[in-house]
């Protein structure tokens, strides 16, 4: 999500020259619907929906599945143009 937040045409104009980092910045409303994740043998399949943002963030509703069936739900944002700065 923060590569492809990063990667997005900006929804306000602004400068795509320069390449831009992102962070994941939180995980919330997280809905999981199994008790484990490390026991399902067969592929797992991420799929995400940016549905806000602007230049500087991002938000996504997220979907873990495995095949079929819906294991793990949420939504999560990003802080673009991150920088390195990730501390005080």
Do not use: W
């Not at 873990?64 to 069936?69: A, F, I, K, P, V």
């Amino acid at each position: 999500m923060a590569l492809h937040g990063a990667l997005a045409p900006p929804v306000q104009a602004q400068s795509a020259a320069a390449a831009r980092s992102g962070l994941l910045a939180g995980v919330r409303d997280v809905r999981p619907r199994v008790l484990r994740l490390d026991d399902i043998e067969s592929d797992l399949i991420c799929e995400a929906r940016r549905i806000a943002g602007d230049g500087r963030t991002a938000l996504y509703e997220f979907e873990l599945r495995d095949g079929e069936r819906k294991l793990l739900s949420g939504r999560a944002s990003v802080v673009l143009d991150a920088g390195g700065n990730f501390g005080p």
